[in-house]
């Protein structure tokens, strides 16, 4: 480093890395919570604070492995208090260092600039630090509040993550290189136009930084409405199926009816009398079953009750079907569809007995509720409001209930899940249907 022009404090820089990565744990979901918090990151300061000020007059050869190792820490710090994955964690902590390297740099160069080689007191230095980094944080704050999801979780991809590592790594480069070596065309020479190249290019990273992560941000969010609507007509279009599949059933039915009816009117046995008296109550068993008084609902259950019984998964329902002949064909799939398609999926890793699924469609004080309950093992996880995908690609898979809570907004209801005791329970709330869904 260059000892003829007076650089940042290291206790300035630590202070700065510190609040960096608190703007951004203060943002994501956290790990740890209310004095667990306060004691690791207090300690995480003191750690980052001694680390740079022992480094300070190593030779230059120690200089990046320096860096390398405080971003390590600024890492550890966000990875321990977040409840993101080392990818995440790795991601928002490039953006955390490149952030603290521009406040840090513009802190200091106002600082220089006003203190003109004369030296202030320690109450208005300390008092310039408060002011810029104060400012200058909770701006940051309220940028990055703005495009974090309320999980708290990108979905951060490697190529992500080293496309921010090379970006990092280019803007601390350049921005430095003048105290460093004058020899090259990027550096400068006089002390003012030094501060201005660090300041600026910290400035310009940082934005590009940004820029890039609304980005990702809206992709995400893209890529998650591409995966409810393709849910969504999927849902219909399974219904559709089932629809038809079901007619040709009834049909088939109907046909059985005719020949017990013909098989009567012969000289049997008392024991195939019997036997065919058996296969009318089934079939009678069978029309009788599902009839909620929604058509739609009656074939998705019916469906879905025909997949159990094949699986050894009892399905009951008790449902008022009725109740939803103001709500639209796709909506009523993606719901009852969805709901089903998670409970089953899950009660069919556990033992047969157990598998035991239950949904209930009724009015209540002016509002309809729609409960499925399904037999649930172990501790629930939820993001967002709801349960996390247990799915290795989480970037593909988790959208099933997102989609049953965007298709009950419509209505102006809410999607609410909880676990009682050994039972998993998906609750739909909204007011009873009496005009269309808002757009």
């Not at 409405?225 to 088939?252: G, P, R």
């Not at 012969?266 to 195939?272: A, G, L, V």
């Not at 247990?390 to 988790?398: L, Q, R």
Request: proline share 2%; charged share 20%.
């Amino acid at each position: 480093m260059n000892d003829v022009l007076p650089d940042i404090p290291r206790l300035y820089t630590a202070l700065a890395e510190w609040l960096a990565c608190i703007i951004y744990i203060s943002v994501l979901k956290k790990k740890l919570k209310g004095w667990q918090l306060i004691s690791f990151s207090s300690g995480a300061l003191i750690v980052q604070s001694v680390f740079l000020v022992l480094t300070k007059d190593l030779p230059i050869v120690f200089w990046i492995p320096c860096m390398i190792a405080a971003i390590g820490m600024m890492f550890f710090l966000i990875y321990m208090s977040c409840d993101i994955n080392a990818l995440e964690a790795g991601y928002f902590s490039v953006r955390a260092f490149v952030a603290a390297e521009f406040v840090a740099s513009l802190e200091w160069q106002i600082h220089f600039f006003f203190l003109n080689g004369e030296k202030y007191n320690l109450l208005i230095d300390l008092l310039v630090l408060s002011v810029i980094y104060g400012f200058l944080f909770l701006l940051i704050w309220f940028l990055e509040k703005r495009h974090i999801p309320n999980e708290g979780k990108l979905n951060i991809r490697p190529r992500e993550l080293w496309s921010t590592i090379f970006i990092g790594a280019a803007v601390f480069g350049i921005s430095n290189l003048s105290f460093v070596t004058a020899r090259t065309p990027f550096s400068g020479k006089y002390a003012q136009e030094i501060f201005n190249i660090r300041t600026l290019v910290d400035l310009g990273g940082f934005s590009i930084l940004y820029a890039y992560h609304i980005q990702l941000n809206e992709l995400r969010i893209r890529h998650e409405l591409k995966a409810v609507q393709n849910i969504l007509q999927n849902q219909y279009v399974q219904y559709q199926q089932s629809k038809e599949s079901i007619e040709i059933i009834n049909y088939k039915y109907h046909d059985l009816k005719n020949q017990i009816i013909a098989l009567r009117a012969e000289e049997d046995e008392e024991k195939r009398n019997a036997y065919l008296t058996q296969m009318e109550n089934e079939i009678k068993t069978y029309e009788a079953q599902n009839k909620t008084g929604n058509h739609v609902l009656d074939t998705v259950l019916t469906t879905k009750n025909i997949y159990c019984i094949k699986n050894g998964i009892t399905l009951t329902c008790v449902a008022d079907g009725t109740l939803l002949n103001g709500m639209d064909v796709i909506d009523i799939c993606t719901i009852f569809g969805n709901a089903l398609d998670n409970a089953i999926e899950y009660v069919q890793q556990i033992e047969e007995e157990k598998r035991l699924i239950h949904v209930s469609v009724f009015a209540q004080k002016g509002f309809l509720m729609i409960r499925f309950e399904n037999y649930y093992e172990g501790k629930l996880k939820l993001e967002g409001g709801l349960p996390a995908t247990t799915k290795n690609d989480t970037v593909n898979h988790g959208y099933g209930l997102k989609s049953i809570r965007y298709a009950v907004q419509k209505y102006d209801g809410v999607v609410n899940v909880v676990q009682k005791d050994n039972w998993f329970e998906l609750q739909i709330l909204m007011p009873l249907l009496t005009r269309l869904p808002n757009n």
